[in-house]
Nanobody, 115 residues
Framework: QVQLVESGGGVVQAGGSLRLSCVAS????????MYWYRQAPGPRRELVAT???????SYSDSVKGRFTGSKDNAKYTAYLQMNDLKPEDTGVYYC?????????WGQGTQVTVSS
C-alpha cells in the first residue's frame, strides 16, 4: 500500500505564491499519473492539475497559466507551484494517484488566500 503526504499549504494574500509537495512512500511518480485536486467548502473535489508518468501536464481552465505541476522521480515527489493566487483558490488541496486499481489520496493541505 502506498501513502501520499501533502505539505506546503498556508495562508497567503491574493497575488502571492505557494508550492505544494506530495511525497509518496514508494516510487510511483515515474510509473503513475499524479493528480492535484482541491476542495472548497462542500463535498465536491475539483481536478486542477495532472502530471503524467512521462511528465506531461494539463490544467483546469481556472488555474491555467498560474499553476505549474512538476515531479522529481528520485524524491518520489510531485509538486504544484501556485502563482498569482486568488481568494477563489482557497480550499484543501489533495494529491491522488491510482495504484493497483484503487485511488490513493493524501490527507490534504489547506490553502487560504485572503483578499
Amino acid at each position: 500500500q502506498v501513502q501520499l503526504v501533502e505539505s506546503g499549504g498556508g495562508v497567503v494574500q491574493a497575488g502571492g505564491s505557494l508550492r505544494l509537495s506530495c511525497v509518496a512512500s514508494r516510487n510511483i511518480t515515474s510509473t503513475r499519473n499524479m493528480y492535484w485536486y482541491r476542495q472548497a467548502p462542500g463535498p465536491r473535489r475539483e481536478l486542477v492539475a495532472t502530471i503524467t508518468a512521462t511528465g506531461c501536464t494539463s490544467y483546469s481552465d481556472s488555474v491555467k497559466g498560474r499553476f505549474t505541476g512538476s515531479k522529481d522521480n528520485a524524491k518520489y515527489t510531485a509538486y504544484l507551484q501556485m502563482n498569482d493566487l486568488k481568494p477563489e483558490d482557497t480550499g484543501v488541496y489533495y494529491c491522488n494517484s491510482w495504484v493497483g486499481g484503487s485511488q490513493v489520496w493524501g490527507q490534504g493541505t489547506q490553502v487560504t488566500v485572503s483578499s
